[in-house]
């Protein structure tokens, strides 16, 4: 059996916690065999072997009655890079126990599990459902919806250096303003009724607009205003942080991505540029 989890660029510009895209990058898990004891192998650095490994503590969390198995391990999602690693994890982890432990669980109840171990919805919700996903959960509402993507090319500038998501959300303000706050859900709620249209020129205006964590977050990330400065020549509709950071997400038109990321290379900049598509599949068990 093998579980396949899309890696995920989250928040959009103004979908703060609530937005979030399924992207061409993968990690993908083969259950080999039952066996003794637990056995993760995989070739990633500083990452457990043992249960210890967050894909097998999640499962744990979700049926503790999951009897050991090997299991291989393989991802092309970077980790600390706001593509949404450690969210493709406790996807994969619950699917795992869904599939050992036979438990017929829903759609719905992976995401409900996966925004209790993962905090917010934005990464897990399309690594589940694939495409564009708009997801709330929290005291006041809980509620998610499904939306294709336009048609278009995502270019990802990755750094070479890692951002914790606790360091991106520190630099966040604890507190907004009242006429800031209704501001920034204007932006936000003209993005999302952009995207729902596939209109991506108004999208990302809206995008480039926001205000609740990009004006804070971008002095995290030095490369940010450069690949801006030349996404400009290449009609991208919008260049945004991707999650807290540190991935730089540029959406643009397929005549134009290959040329843009020729541009960012000859910048020499301290990371990679990768062309990516929106992924439509989400979660997949084969």
């Given at each position: 059996m093998k579980i396949i989890v899309p890696a995920t660029s989250a928040n959009l510009g103004p979908g703060f916690d609530s937005i979030g895209l399924a992207v061409t990058k993968y990690l993908k898990i083969t259950v080999i065999e039952p066996s003794e004891n637990w056995e993760v192998l995989h070739d990633l650095i500083d990452i457990p072997t043992d249960e210890t490994n967050l894909l097998i503590q999640i499962s744990l969390k979700v049926n503790e009655k999951l009897k050991p198995h090997r299991i291989k391990m393989v991802s092309d999602i970077p980790l600390a890079?706001?593509?949404?690693?450690?969210?493709?994890?406790?996807v994969a982890g619950i699917e795992l126990a869904n599939q050992l432990g036979a438990m017929s669980l829903s759609s719905e109840e992976k995401l409900r599990l996966a925004t209790l171990f993962e905090g917010h919805p934005d990464n897990v919700a399309p690594a589940i459902f694939g495409n564009l996903v708009v997801a709330s959960a929290n005291?006041?509402?809980?509620g998610h919806t499904v939306s294709s993507f336009p048609?278009?090319?995502?270019?990802?500038?990755?750094?070479?250096?890692e951002l914790k998501t606790s360091d991106s959300r520190n630099s966040l303000p604890e507190t907004f303003k009242y006429s800031q706050a209704v501001a920034?859900?204007?932006?936000?709620?003209?993005?999302?009724?952009?995207?729902?249209?596939?209109?991506?020129?108004t999208?990302?205006?809206?995008?480039?607009?926001d205000l609740f964590h990009e004006p804070y977050r971008q002095k995290l990330v030095p490369e940010?205003?450069?690949?801006?400065?030349?996404?400009?020549?290449?009609s991208a509709y919008t260049t945004y942080l991707s999650g807290a950071g540190p991935t730089i997400?540029?959406?643009l038109d397929d005549k134009n991505?290959?040329?843009?990321?020729?541009?960012v290379d000859d910048l020499g900049l301290n990371g990679e540029a990768v062309i990516l598509d929106v992924d439509t599949k989400g979660l997949q068990v084969i």
């Open positions: 890079r706001g593509l949404g690693s450690s969210s493709s994890v406790i005291d006041y509402f809980s048609p278009c090319r995502l270019l990802a500038f990755i750094p070479n250096y920034a859900s204007a932006i936000a709620n003209v993005a999302v009724s952009a995207l729902m249209k596939g209109d991506l020129v999208a990302g205006k809206a995008m480039s607009s940010f205003e450069k690949i801006k400065e030349v996404a400009k020549h290449y997400m540029t959406i991505a290959k040329r843009m990321k020729q541009a």
